[in-house]
């Protein structure tokens, strides 16, 4: 009997079992002389009910590369195995059945992507550890999960400094867009008319390159959102709103002077940070959201309390965010009074500011709250709140830094509304490989240096950007990410109609998807034994579990996932 070590199932009774290897090499465990051999176990009865070998149907098994076989499939289970041993088919080795509810992961392009998880040690390992502690010695190091061989990572896989190789759902906190060492991207790096834009990098305020706004023209101008021709580049999220924040102030201001100038008075008072040159506005937040760890980001942020703890802070209004409950279908009225309850509250707080002298210039809002815990409203409560900016002549800033570039199958989130007139102002960063924000005409900075700092981005980011919005046209990532994301969904709500004790609230647009445990520390713990396994997950909020695959996550990887998470909630305790 062929693998009897890791073939636990051998002895169920099946009609006939059919196995077809293709090899790509001799594995010396293999005792038949030919890649394809038929096996018939020989108690299996001809009329046990309900069990099937998929006989004359190939169907990859997704453990690894190396074979495609034949799967077996017992209907009345959704029992997906593996039809092969090989050593390095580590997921099956590791967990001795699937109890998936999901079909297996097909074949993909190996040179750019790997076939499956490949776990060596636990995670982080012992090389993972002792790199901690050296870091540690030199910066608080805590934080880190573990070490990385970016060299080794491909496609949707991150392979760790043990060698472990995990099925990525998280990529770099959602800024990885087209995977790991993408062909695209080091072709682009290779080519020798590019190498003086990665080696020379310019402070691009005083002294840009020749072809700066050609480069500009050639990737983020084409993704420029409706009614907005003009952009800065920045570096990080963070300082791409913090900027932002200051374009909303100035254009604010510029509207009370009408047209007159700047008075005396205002140049002298703003330098001892004193009204009318710094005047009283605020910037109109949600709690729950998360805009960056700046100074008036933290102002603006109200996710975790680690985040702002001794960080003096701004009186700037906070209005609740919606929270939702689900099914969608089943709460629509008491989720259409939750949202009018918020928007309520949004001008309210409008109202009253202005009358503490503290006048809401802007609003700042998430399409979908990620760092907050994935927190979702509909399109309708977004059309409402973009009024209500409008009535009241706040700016209108949208924060796409984590929801932008295509993960919730549109290349900005904000689409998903159906406006024609979406936003004053849009902030990116994470999957557009640079930071920065988009805004419209009339917010334009009226005199140079006031929205300005040393590097204001990197053009090396821009010319890889443009590769990434090439790749995602080409091979239609944005339907990829809408049908992979229906897919990955709809399992993470077949394992909450299974695992309802610990699956709660999944839900989800394009690949951006969540779910809520009953706790953190269940929460924790699932995602440490994920890891484990062989997958990257990412936490959000206070108990939820976030999804942030690349753009080339597919429908088998979700697939692969989905039976990989399957049997840890089946076993979980």
């Known amino acids: 009997m062929l693998f009897p070590e890791i073939l636990p199932f051998e002895q169920e009774k099946f009609t006939s079992l059919v196995l077809s290897h293709q090899l790509r090499q001799k594995d010396p465990r293999l005792d038949f002389p030919k890649a394809e051999q038929r096996i018939a176990w020989p108690d299996a009865a001809e009329s046990t009910p309900g069990l099937l070998a998929a006989a004359e149907r190939p169907d ?20 997906l195995r593996c039809c092969l041993g090989f050593p390095d088919y580590q997921h099956c080795i590791n967990t001795g059945r699937h109890r998936g509810i999901s079909q ?57 400094a043990d060698g472990n190789r995990m099925l990525d759902l998280y990529s770099q906190i959602s800024s990885i867009p087209i995977g790991y060492s993408h062909p695209s991207l080091i072709k682009l790096l290779q080519q020798p008319q590019n190498l003086s834009t990665f080696v020379n990098r310019p402070a691009l305020g005083i002294l840009p390159p020749e072809n700066f706004a050609e480069k500009l023209k050639e990737s983020l101008l084409t993704v420029a959102p409706k009614g907005m021709s003009q952009v ?62 700046t100074m008036g980001c933290l102002a603006a942020t109200h996710s975790k309390a680690i985040h702002k703890l001794d960080i003096p802070s701004l009186d700037w209004p906070i209005a609740p965010f919606p929270r939702l409950k689900y099914p ?3 709460f629509v009225k008491e989720n259409e009074q939750e949202e009018s309850r918020c928007l309520e509250e949004v001008e309210d707080l409008i109202v009253k500011y202005r009358k ?26 977004f059309r409402k709140l ?67 700092n040393t590097w204001l981005g990197d053009p090396s980011k821009n010319l890889l950007l443009a590769e990434v919005i090439n790749v995602i046209r080409r091979e239609d990532l944005l339907g990829n990410a809408t049908h992979a994301g229906k897919v990955l969904l709809a399992g993470l709500l077949d394992l909450q109609n299974r695992y309802p004790h610990l699956i709660s609230r999944a839900r989800g647009r394009g690949t951006f998807c969540s779910f809520d445990s009953p706790n953190d520390a269940i929460r924790n713990k699932l995602i440490l034994l994920a890891r484990n396994k062989g997958v990257v997950l990412g936490g959000s909020g206070d108990r939820s579990i976030r999804f942030r695959p690349t753009l080339v996550f597919r429908d088998h990887h979700a697939h692969l996932f989905l039976n990989i998470f399957s049997d840890i909630l089946a076993d979980f305790k």
Request: glycine letters at 12%; one cysteine or more; a negative charge.
């Open 60 to 79: 990859p098994c997704g453990c690894r590369s190396g074979c495609t076989g034949w799967m077996l499939q017992r209907r009345q289970e959704g029992v």
């Open 104 to 160: 297996a992961a097909a074949k993909i392009d190996v040179e750019f992507d790997y076939d499956g998880p490949l776990m060596k040690t636990e995670v982080p390992g012992p090389r993972s550890r002792e790199l901690m502690k050296q870091l540690n010695g030199i910066q608080n190091a805590e934080a880190v999960h573990f070490f990385c061989n970016y060299e080794e990572s491909r496609g949707n896989y991150l392979v760790d």
């Open 232 to 293: 800065i580049t920045m570096s990080c999220g963070s300082c791409s709103n913090e900027n932002a924040f200051k374009t909303i102030f100035m254009w604010y201001r510029n509207k009370e002077r009408g047209r007159n100038g700047v008075t005396k008075e205002e140049l002298e008072t703003c330098m001892i940070n004193q009204p009318p040159g710094c005047p009283d506005y605020s910037m109109l937040s949600f709690m729950g959201g998360f805009h960056g760890r």
């Open 328 to 330: 969608l279908e089943g």
């Open 356 to 381: 503490k002298k503290k006048v809401v210039a802007g609003i700042i809002v998430e399409p979908i709250q990620s760092e907050g815990g994935d927190n979702h409203a509909s399109d309708d409560f």
């Open 386 to 452: 973009r009024n209500i900016a409008r009535k009241h002549g706040c700016g209108f800033l949208v924060d796409e830094v984590q929801t932008g570039g295509g993960c919730t199958g549109k290349f900005w989130a904000h689409e998903h509304w159906g406006l024609d007139d979406p936003a004053d102002v849009l902030s990116f960063s994470k999957k557009m490989m640079t930071g920065g924000f988009f805004h419209k005409e009339e917010f334009r900075p009226n005199a140079p240096y006031r929205i300005f």
